[in-house]
């Protein structure tokens, strides 16, 4: 593929990420301090959504592989996603009217809805371009850079707005709505202008079989229990981070610009890390980044608060380490499609990403959902800081993530689909769609 087309694909990336990581990292602390929300409750609400959005998911995946048009089956769906997304994203950064949990549960769950309309198809689509290995590689690279370059636009408003003594507060949400909404108009644009090939699949997708044999795969679920544990030590550092820098670090204007720096590093990172898993495997590169991800925030777990600069040096080289895991899983997701369509004869990548974007929006939820109230448990309250509190906000925001992500390393270091292997799935893949053809 040309890396114009490369590019505008990753496009629509670029504004998704401005809209998940803010939501998990900026809404409960935002809700919470300027509109006067418990986070207990904050947390349960978003836990609630996620859960709800497991059928709508799997819904979504179905009809997006069944959709027939002469836009092709994705592109349709995208496009009434990013209609959906907009307006629900500016009403959740910028509240009016009488703001309490309903409101939250209202236009959060309707940008949920909106986003999973998009980035299910959108996922999908990734793996419908290309079948060989290292193209593969370079679209799911192409792709992260976007996901990255959406976080670090995205977090250079709260980093800008700290220079002018503001942290997450209304201020800070509303340019952070200016941005992200344009962008979400701009990435489909981008996006859509790319033709799809009407030709994927030849065959209504049978999910009941699909589903069915989704369990058996093991590939899957060792791919299944990665991400579950990566996403779920994301969701606890992000929904706890703004507090940690707030009230432990005692500084309200870091959490912007240290979220800035470790996307940047992941950013610079995600180059290097798509070449090494030309040599390593995109497993291996995977697991060694994650594990030196892990030691690095045990690192900053043992720092004191008088050390702001250490802290915030070891919490940016550690974006370095999460590029790979970002950066791989859609191309290892891919490769765990094409080995389910080899033994099924079926194209069916939307139920896989389907079910990925759910693990990613359950684990989302369940770590919202234990991290917050966790707090409140463990004696933490915003209104009423104590020195036991603090260190109940150390741990849970640090120490606690990095338990599942040491154990995704250990989970995805044994994944069995390695390149090699792969090749071997393409050239049958290949035979088998040669003979259906003739």
Same mark, same amino acid.
């Given at each position: 593929?040309?890396?114009?087309?490369?590019?505008? *694909?990753?496009?629509?990336?670029?504004?998704?990420?401005?809209?998940?990581?803010?939501?998990?990292?900026?809404?409960?602390? !935002?809700?919470?301090?300027?509109?006067?929300?418990?986070?207990?409750?904050?947390?349960?609400?978003?836990?609630?959504?996620?859960?709800?959005?497991? !059928?709508? $998911?799997?819904?979504?995946?179905?009809?997006?592989?069944?959709?027939? +048009?002469?836009?092709?089956?994705? =592109?349709?769906?995208?496009? &009434?996603?990013?209609?959906?997304?907009?307006?629900? &994203? #500016?009403?959740?950064?910028?509240?009016?009217?009488?703001?309490?949990?309903?409101?939250?549960?209202?236009? @959060?769950?309707?940008?949920?809805?909106?986003?999973?309309?998009?980035?299910?198809?959108?996922?999908?689509?990734?793996?419908?371009?290309?079948?060989?290995? +290292?193209?593969? =590689?370079?679209?799911?690279?192409?792709?992260?850079?976007? %996901?990255?370059?959406?976080?670090?636009?995205?977090?250079?408003?709260? !980093?800008?707005?700290?220079?002018?003594? %503001?942290?997450?507060?209304?201020?800070?949400?509303? #340019?952070?709505?200016?941005?992200?909404?344009?962008?979400?108009?701009?990435?489909?644009?981008?996006?859509?202008?790319? =033709?799809?090939?009407?030709?994927?699949?030849?065959?209504?997708?049978?999910?009941?079989?699909?589903?069915?044999?989704?369990?058996?795969?093991?590939?899957f679920r060792q791919f299944f229990s990665?991400?579950?544990?990566?996403?779920?030590?994301?969701?606890?550092?992000?929904?706890?981070?703004?507090?940690?820098?707030?009230?432990?670090?005692?500084?309200?204007?870091?959490?912007?610009?240290?979220?800035?720096?470790? !996307?940047?590093?992941?950013?610079?990172?995600?180059?290097?890390?798509?070449?090494i898993s030309g040599r390593l495997g995109? %497993?291996?590169? +995977?697991?060694?980044?994650?594990?030196?991800?892990?030691?690095?925030?045990?690192?900053?777990?043992?720092?004191?608060?008088?050390?702001?600069?250490?802290?915030? @040096?070891? *919490?940016?080289?550690?974006?370095?380490?999460?590029?790979?895991?970002? +950066?791989?899983?859609?191309?290892?997701?891919?490769?765990?499609?094409?080995?389910?369509?080899?033994?099924?004869?079926?194209?069916?990548?939307?139920?896989?990403?389907?079910? #990925? /974007?759910?693990?990613?929006?359950?684990?989302?939820?369940?770590?919202?959902?234990?991290?917050?109230?966790?707090?409140?448990?463990?004696? *933490?309250?915003?209104? /009423?800081?104590?020195? $036991?509190?603090?260190?109940?906000?150390?741990?849970?925001?640090? @120490? @606690?993530?990095?338990?599942?992500?040491?154990?995704?390393?250990?989970?995805?270091?044994?994944?069995?689909?390695?390149?090699? =292997?792969? $090749?071997?799935?393409?050239?049958?893949?290949?035979?088998?769609?040669?003979?259906?053809?003739?």
């Amino acid at each position: 593929m040309k890396t114009t087309k490369l590019i505008a *694909f990753g496009a629509l990336a670029l504004p998704l990420a401005g809209v998940t990581m803010p939501i998990t990292a900026f809404i409960p602390a !935002f809700y919470a301090g300027q509109m006067g929300l418990s986070l207990g409750t904050i947390g349960i609400a978003l836990m609630v959504l996620r859960a709800a959005d497991v !059928f709508v $998911d799997l819904g979504i995946g179905y009809f997006s592989d069944s959709t027939k +048009t002469k836009y092709g089956r994705r =592109r349709p769906w995208i496009a &009434v996603g990013v209609v959906l997304l907009i307006p629900s &994203v #500016w009403m959740a950064y910028v509240p009016a009217g009488e703001v309490d949990i309903t409101y939250l549960l209202i236009w @959060v769950g309707i940008a949920y809805l909106g986003w999973s309309l998009v980035n299910i198809p959108y996922s999908a689509w990734s793996a419908d371009l290309s079948s060989e290995p +290292t193209e593969r =590689r370079r679209i799911a690279g192409w792709r992260e850079v976007g %996901h990255l370059a959406g976080m670090f636009t995205a977090l250079i408003v709260p !980093f800008v707005a700290a220079f002018y003594g %503001h942290g997450i507060d209304s201020v800070t949400m509303k #340019w952070l709505a200016f941005v992200v909404c344009p962008m979400l108009a701009v990435g489909a644009f981008l996006t859509l202008s790319i =033709r799809e090939k009407l030709d994927v699949q030849s065959e209504k997708p049978n999910w009941s079989s699909g589903l069915k044999f989704m369990m058996a795969n093991k590939p899957f679920r060792q791919f299944f229990s990665f991400s579950f544990l990566v996403y779920l030590s994301a969701a606890v550092m992000q929904a706890t981070f703004v507090l940690y820098t707030t009230y432990y670090v005692a500084s309200p204007t870091l959490a912007g610009p240290l979220f800035l720096g470790y !996307f940047a590093a992941a950013i610079v990172a995600t180059g290097p890390a798509v070449k090494i898993s030309g040599r390593l495997g995109k %497993h291996k590169t +995977t697991a060694i980044s994650a594990g030196v991800w892990t030691i690095l925030f045990l690192g900053i777990a043992a720092l004191p608060p008088e050390q702001p600069i250490l802290f915030g @040096v070891l *919490f940016v080289l550690s974006g370095v380490f999460a590029a790979a895991p970002l +950066t791989l899983s859609p191309a290892l997701l891919a490769d765990v499609s094409d080995y389910a369509a080899m033994k099924t004869g079926r194209q069916e990548a939307g139920q896989y990403f389907a079910v #990925w /974007n759910t693990i990613q929006k359950a684990t989302s939820a369940i770590g919202v959902g234990i991290a917050l109230p966790m707090l409140g448990v463990l004696g *933490f309250d915003p209104q /009423n800081v104590t020195d $036991d509190g603090l260190q109940a906000l150390r741990v849970v925001c640090l @120490v @606690v993530p990095a338990i599942p992500y040491v154990a995704a390393s250990v989970v995805i270091w044994y994944f069995p689909l390695t390149d090699r =292997r792969q $090749d071997i799935i393409r050239r049958r893949l290949l035979k088998m769609n040669a003979s259906s053809t003739t």
